[in-house]
């Protein structure tokens, strides 16, 4: 069965998408990041835990970390 004239091929309109934000002035990029689902994401997150929570230093790392907190909007609530 053929397509109606005004129908696009999906190709068709991811390509016009693309070229409407292009339009705008953006550009397409990929990003890779950690698959949190993994099992070796837990064991190597929680070995590194571990090693924080053994330092000898923790309370000077902990300090270190909540020195850089802002509060966001939200937390005023």
């Known amino acids: 069965m053929a397509k109606a004239p005004h129908q696009l091929s999906t190709r ?5 998408h693309r070229e409407r934000l292009r339009a705008q002035g953006l550009r397409p990029i990929q990003i890779w990041v950690p698959d949190v689902r993994s099992p070796h994401f837990a064991a190597e997150a929680h070995r590194q835990s571990l090693v924080i929570a053994n330092s000898p230093d923790d309370a000077k790392d902990l300090a270190f970390i909540d020195s850089l907190y802002e509060p966001a909007e939200w937390d005023e609530a």
Request: hydrophobic residues 60%.
């Open 12 to 16: 068709a309109k991811v390509k016009a």
